[in-house]
């Protein structure tokens, strides 16, 4: 079992920039492949980003690659997303996840995660 709390979401304004985190607790923080998904009003939950134990290896959404930037600190346990050049669509509710699978084809599938934090809003607006 792992708990994950996100932290980080905001207001920020096109073209800005926020770094997210989620701090896992429970069980060892390196055992788990993770991943960052949002889901906007009246959409799906879809993947952003993921990344593998040891960091080796990421996935990122089509519309969030070359802007946003998925992260890990095993040693501090905590997961990150550092944001750039946000958009109004990337207004949603960001939730981080963990996944026990140590597969590199199951990074990008929502439903091969386990645990899920209670998300952050992130809202780009002017």
């Known amino acids: 079992q792992v708990q994950l709390v996100e932290s980080g979401g905001g207001l920020v304004q096109p073209g800005g920039s926020l770094r997210l985190s989620c701090a896992a607790s429970?069980?060892?923080?390196?055992?788990?492949?993770m991943g960052w998904f949002r889901q906007a009003p009246g959409k799906e939950r879809e993947i952003v980003a993921a990344?593998?134990?040891?960091?080796?290896?990421?996935y990122y959404a089509d519309s969030v690659k070359d802007r946003f930037t998925i992260s890990r600190d095993n040693a501090k346990n905590t997961l990150y997303l550092q944001m750039n050049s946000l958009k109004p669509d990337d207004t949603a509710v960001y939730y981080c996840a963990a996944q026990v699978r140590n597969s590199a084809y199951m990074l990008s599938r929502r439903f091969e995660y386990d645990s899920w934090g209670q998300g952050t809003q992130v809202t780009v607006s002017s």
């Open positions: 429970g069980r060892t923080f390196s055992s788990y492949s």
């Open positions: 990344i593998s134990r040891s960091g080796g290896s990421t």
